[in-house]
C-alpha cells in the first residue's frame, strides 16, 4: 500500500461531461503530481503541486485543471470531455520534487 | 526521434535469467525514476537516480550522466517480476516516459 489514495477507482460520462478526480496523498508528502496513462500516448506528466502551489506544468489540456487545498489533497478537473480523454489517471506523492515517488492506484476514465 | 527510449520493447525469459533493460534520454535531468507497472495497472517506484548505481534486492539500477545512459538489471529472474517496466527522467520540472519494456518471465 502506497499511501495515496484515488477516488473513483472507475468513472464513466459522456462526451462534454466535467469530472473531478481526486487524490490523497501519502502522509507528509507536500508534492502531488498528476499523470496520464493511455494507449496511444503512454504515460504523460500533466502538472505538479508542492504545499498548495503549482510547481510544474506538462502536457496539460486547456480544458484541465487541477489544484492542491490545505489539507494537502488534490483535485484534478476535466471538463468538455472527449473521446479521447479515456485513459487511467494517476496521482502520485513525494516529500519534495527529488524524493522517491508514490503511486495511488488510478482512476480509469471512459468517455462514451 | 524520441526524448526516450527504452529497450527491448518486449522481453521473454526463463526463470532464473538475468535481465537487462536501457533506457537513452535526450533531455537534461537531474534525476531518472524506473517504475513498474503490473497488469493490473498499478504502477511502483523502484528506483530514483542522479548518479551512479543503486541496488535493492534483486534489482540494481545505473545511470551514467555523461552518456545520458541508464540500465535496470534483474539477477536471478521470477514469475512474479512479470511486469513493464518504465523508465522516466526528470529535468527542468518536467518528467518524460519511455514507452515501456514488458517482461513476461516463464516458470
Known amino acids: 500500500d502506497s499511501g495515496v489514495t484515488q477516488t473513483p477507482k472507475h468513472l464513466i460520462t459522456a462526451t462534454g461531461q466535467r469530472v473531478t478526480l481526486r487524490c490523497s496523498p501519502r502522509?507528509?508528502?507536500?508534492?502531488v503530481y498528476w499523470y496520464q496513462q493511455s494507449l496511444d500516448q503512454g504515460l504523460q506528466f500533466l502538472i505538479q503541486y508542492y504545499n498548495g502551489e503549482e510547481r510544474a506544468k506538462g502536457n496539460i489540456l486547456e480544458r484541465f485543471s487541477a489544484q492542491q487545498f490545505p489539507d494537502l489533497h488534490s483535485e484534478l478537473n476535466l471538463s468538455s470531455l472527449e473521446l479521447g480523454d479515456s485513459a487511467l489517471y494517476f496521482c502520485?506523492?513525494?516529500?519534495?520534487?527529488?524524493?522517491?515517488?508514490?503511486f495511488g492506484n488510478g482512476t480509469r476514465l471512459t468517455v462514451t | 526521434k524520441n526524448e526516450v527510449e527504452q529497450s527491448p520493447q518486449n522481453l521473454t525469459a526463463q526463470e532464473g535469467e538475468f535481465i537487462t533493460i536501457n533506457c537513452s534520454y535526450s533531455?537534461?535531468?537531474?534525476?531518472l525514476h524506473w517504475l513498474q507497472q503490473h497488469p493490473g495497472g498499478g504502477i511502483v517506484s523502484l528506483f530514483m537516480?542522479?548518479?551512479g548505481k543503486k541496488k535493492h534486492g534483486r534489482l540494481i539500477a545505473t545511470i551514467n550522466i555523461q552518456e545520458k545512459h541508464s540500465s535496470l538489471h534483474i539477477t536471478a529472474s521470477h514469475p512474479r517480476d512479470s511486469a513493464v517496466y518504465i523508465c522516466?527522467?526528470?529535468?527542468?520540472?518536467?518528467?518524460?516516459f519511455g514507452a515501456g519494456t514488458r517482461l513476461t518471465v516463464k516458470p
Open positions: 522516466a527522467p526528470y529535468g527542468n520540472n518536467d518528467m518524460r
Open positions: 502522509s507528509g508528502d507536500l508534492s
Open positions: 533531455v537534461g535531468i537531474s534525476a
Open positions: 502520485a506523492s513525494s516529500v519534495d520534487h527529488s524524493r522517491t515517488l508514490h
Open positions: 537516480l542522479s548518479s
